[in-house]
């Protein structure tokens, strides 16, 4: 009954859009934008796990993100930075994160790190954001949602307004509660702090709930691109999944009892049904619970309890990101813009598995000021984390989660839905490695926009994009954007990785690592489970030389003391 419910409420709000939509527009429906160049809407959803949606092998309901999988490209290769304000740094600049400002998380420098360039806490000037150069071209530019490439948060220079986007309406910091009561995500930041174009937002509407706000807003902001007859490029950044867990009261329920077996079954349906979905090798196997984790049978009866209803808050929070997912297409089809519009939907990082309650006293302003009593789990005024166990699930065949080099941390869904006049595929599994430093090239080539000449812009040098274009890919499933020879390099909180063809090294320090590098064969290896560096010192020797001149190039200052997600 209460999916009846749901579904009668999207139609209803659905006839309402395209109502409000022909009065407001006068034959909106009639409008087209002044030039063919197609639009661009980009969809981040926070910390989601690689197998949390439908068309990636998830029990969730996506129907409105497995629908544009049916229409483009799923990409099982796709590689994001282990956290979130590296990536979307990355993402803006194509730039790896060590040069555009992001070399750790802001606010998180280690002592040798502070004030070393590189290392700013912002979106540094040593790059051009792709926003500034469709900007620049006519493209009405728009983002909504996360920012989160600012520190300080008040310091507007560095506010997207002034960083390429004609319109904005964000939260600055890395997450916050869901709710209008603007619930910071750690005690040292006060209060969550929003702003649209150059003004701070004191008082958020008394029905916020993030999710579905940031929607309202976005349409509001194609909208009025529709009315400037301009094509857009639309940031929809949404901070869901992110904790706190949270949902709206009429949600709570909806996958009630759905979790019940635990994560061990949980991982276990996800494989199969990711291989099903051909987004996972066929000889991939289930890795071992990690030491560090529980098994389900040996829980009490309230722990069980506990976990269950935690997942059940997750799932209501994708599956009501994909109805909001879901409104934005039903505006560009009322508008007669879905055909035209190049959609990107992508996580920013791996599933989230860490607890960031030991840090600096977060434990105990939690247990102060939220009630995470049961029956209040998934409130607005409660304070969960998704945790190690179902990340572990989440995350399946992958190694660990956000934070780390591992693929699990680093390799994320993500789903393209070419404009027609760019695509003669369907439902296309592409599973060559890709990188999300190739989406800054892919919406310029798109929309035949060049990168400035000689690295130049305004009279001032910047860093040149190092992402590719995957323009290619949306015609073809055997075009390649990086050749097996190249390779990728992340590093973060000192943990390294490196990604060559099918081998992938890593460094990391125990608990997590041995501390000393060690090599997998993902061709045979997926979960980075079996450590053959010992038989190929050949490959470590040439994995260690990708290292030191990735290092010595890009001006790595490894951390000397412990970070936030040092995990401990």
């Not at 813009?337 to 309650?357: F, H, K, R, W």
């Not at 992938?504 to 993902?522: C, D, I, R, T, V």
């Given at each position: 009954?209460?999916?009846?419910?749901?579904?009668?409420?999207?139609?209803?709000?659905?006839?309402?859009?395209?109502?409000?939509?022909?009065?407001?527009?006068?034959?909106?429906?009639?409008?087209?934008?002044?030039?063919?160049?197609?639009?661009?809407?980009?969809?981040?959803?926070?910390?989601?796990?690689?197998?949390?949606?439908?068309?990636?092998?998830?029990?969730?309901?996506?129907?409105?993100?497995?629908?544009?999988?049916?229409?483009?490209?799923?990409?099982?290769?796709?590689?994001?930075?282990?956290?979130?304000?590296?990536?979307?740094?990355?993402?803006?600049?194509?730039?790896?994160?060590?040069?555009?400002?992001?070399?750790?998380?802001?606010?998180?420098?280690?002592?040798?790190?502070?004030?070393?360039?590189?290392?700013?806490?912002?979106?540094?000037?040593?790059?051009?954001?792709?926003?500034?150069?469709?900007?620049?071209?006519?493209?009405?530019?728009?983002?909504?949602?996360?920012?989160?490439?600012?520190?300080?948060?008040?310091?507007?220079?560095?506010?997207?307004?002034?960083?390429?986007?004609?319109?904005?309406?964000?939260?600055?910091?890395?997450?916050?509660?869901?709710?209008?009561?603007?619930?910071?995500?750690?005690?040292?930041?006060?209060?969550?702090?929003?702003?649209?174009?150059?003004?701070?937002?004191?008082?958020?509407?008394?029905?916020?709930?993030?999710?579905?706000?940031?929607?309202?807003?976005?349409?509001?902001?194609?909208?009025?691109?529709?009315?400037?007859?301009?094509?857009?490029?639309?940031?929809?950044?949404?901070?869901?999944?992110?904790?706190?867990?949270?949902?709206?009261?009429?949600?709570?329920?909806?996958?009630?009892?759905?979790?019940?077996?635990?994560?061990?079954?949980?991982?276990?349906?996800?494989?199969?049904?990711?291989?099903?979905?051909?987004?996972?090798?066929?000889?991939?196997?289930?890795?071992?619970?990690?030491?560090?984790?529980?098994?389900?049978?040996?829980?009490?009866?309230?722990?069980?309890?506990?976990?269950?209803?935690?997942?059940?808050?997750?799932?209501?929070?994708?599956?009501?990101?994909?109805?909001?997912?879901?409104?934005?297409?039903?505006?560009?089809?009322?508008?007669?813009?879905?055909?035209?519009?190049?959609?990107?939907?992508?996580?920013?990082?791996?599933?989230?598995?860490?607890?960031?309650?030991?840090?600096?006293?977060?434990?105990?302003?939690?247990?102060?000021?939220?009630?995470?009593?049961?029956?209040?789990?998934?409130?607005?005024?409660?304070?969960?984390?998704?945790?190690?166990?179902?990340?572990?699930?989440?995350?399946?065949?992958?190694?660990?989660?956000?934070?780390?080099?591992?693929?699990?941390?680093?390799?994320?869904?993500?789903?393209?839905?070419?404009?027609?006049?760019?695509?003669?595929?369907?439902?296309?599994?592409?599973?060559?490695?890709?990188?999300?430093?190739?989406?800054?090239?892919?919406?310029?080539?798109?929309?035949?926009?060049?990168?400035?000449?000689?690295?130049?812009?305004n009279h001032k040098k910047i860093h040149p994009i190092e992402g590719v274009s995957l323009l290619n890919i949306m015609n073809s499933s055997n075009a390649v954007a990086h050749h097996e020879s190249t390779a990728h390099v992340w590093e973060l909180y000192g943990r390294i990785g490196i990604r060559k063809g099918f081998w992938k090294a890593n460094k990391m320090e125990k608990p997590f690592g041995s501390g000393k590098w060690e090599l997998y064969n993902l061709k045979t290896d997926i979960s980075e489970q079996n450590d053959i560096a010992a038989e190929a010192p050949e490959i470590i020797k040439e994995m260690k030389n990708i290292w030191k001149e990735y290092e010595e190039r890009n001006n790595v200052i490894l951390p000397n003391t412990p970070t936030a997600y040092d995990n401990k």
């Amino acid at each position: 009954m209460a999916c009846n419910n749901i579904t009668i409420a999207r139609l209803v709000f659905n006839l309402i859009i395209v109502i409000c939509t022909i009065s407001c527009s006068q034959q909106t429906t009639k409008i087209k934008t002044a030039s063919s160049d197609p639009n661009i809407l980009l969809i981040v959803a926070d910390d989601l796990g690689y197998t949390d949606l439908g068309c990636y092998g998830s029990e969730i309901k996506t129907p409105n993100i497995d629908q544009l999988a049916n229409e483009g490209i799923r990409f099982t290769d796709f590689h994001t930075a282990p956290t979130c304000s590296p990536s979307r740094a990355m993402l803006l600049s194509g730039v790896n994160n060590h040069l555009n400002g992001y070399g750790t998380m802001e606010g998180d420098w280690a002592s040798n790190q502070k004030g070393a360039k590189g290392y700013e806490g912002y979106l540094n000037f040593d790059i051009v954001p792709f926003p500034k150069l469709l900007q620049d071209h006519d493209y009405h530019t728009s983002i909504v949602g996360k920012w989160h490439q600012a520190l300080p948060v008040s310091k507007k220079e560095l506010w997207p307004y002034n960083r390429g986007f004609d319109q904005s309406f964000c939260l600055a910091q890395g997450g916050a509660g869901h709710f209008f009561d603007k619930q910071p995500l750690l005690p040292s930041m006060k209060e969550a702090f929003y702003f649209e174009n150059n003004t701070k937002i004191e008082h958020l509407p008394k029905d916020f709930y993030s999710t579905e706000y940031y929607t309202q807003k976005t349409i509001s902001y194609i909208h009025e691109s529709t009315k400037l007859k301009q094509p857009f490029f639309t940031f929809l950044s949404f901070t869901a999944p992110h904790w706190p867990l949270q949902v709206k009261d009429e949600y709570l329920d909806l996958y009630k009892g759905k979790y019940n077996n635990g994560y061990e079954d949980l991982a276990y349906q996800r494989l199969t049904n990711a291989i099903k979905k051909g987004v996972i090798q066929k000889n991939a196997t289930l890795p071992s619970l990690p030491k560090d984790i529980t098994p389900w049978n040996e829980l009490s009866e309230k722990e069980k309890k506990t976990k269950t209803k935690t997942m059940e808050i997750y799932a209501a929070m994708i599956e009501r990101l994909d109805y909001h997912v879901g409104r934005v297409i039903d505006y560009l089809k009322a508008i007669n813009q879905y055909d035209n519009t190049m959609i990107v939907l992508i996580s920013d990082n791996g599933i989230e598995g860490n607890s960031i309650l030991n840090y600096k006293n977060t434990r105990q302003w939690v247990d102060q000021t939220f009630d995470n009593s049961y029956e209040n789990i998934g409130k607005k005024d409660s304070y969960i984390l998704l945790g190690k166990e179902w990340a572990y699930a989440g995350s399946i065949p992958f190694k660990y989660y956000k934070a780390f080099s591992t693929e699990g941390g680093v390799r994320c869904p993500m789903i393209i839905k070419p404009p027609l006049s760019h695509s003669s595929t369907k439902n296309m599994v592409y599973d060559k490695f890709v990188s999300i430093k190739d989406l800054a090239p892919t919406f310029l080539e798109i929309a035949n926009v060049d990168f400035p000449a000689n690295n130049t812009y305004n009279h001032k040098k910047i860093h040149p994009i190092e992402g590719v274009s995957l323009l290619n890919i949306m015609n073809s499933s055997n075009a390649v954007a990086h050749h097996e020879s190249t390779a990728h390099v992340w590093e973060l909180y000192g943990r390294i990785g490196i990604r060559k063809g099918f081998w992938k090294a890593n460094k990391m320090e125990k608990p997590f690592g041995s501390g000393k590098w060690e090599l997998y064969n993902l061709k045979t290896d997926i979960s980075e489970q079996n450590d053959i560096a010992a038989e190929a010192p050949e490959i470590i020797k040439e994995m260690k030389n990708i290292w030191k001149e990735y290092e010595e190039r890009n001006n790595v200052i490894l951390p000397n003391t412990p970070t936030a997600y040092d995990n401990k």
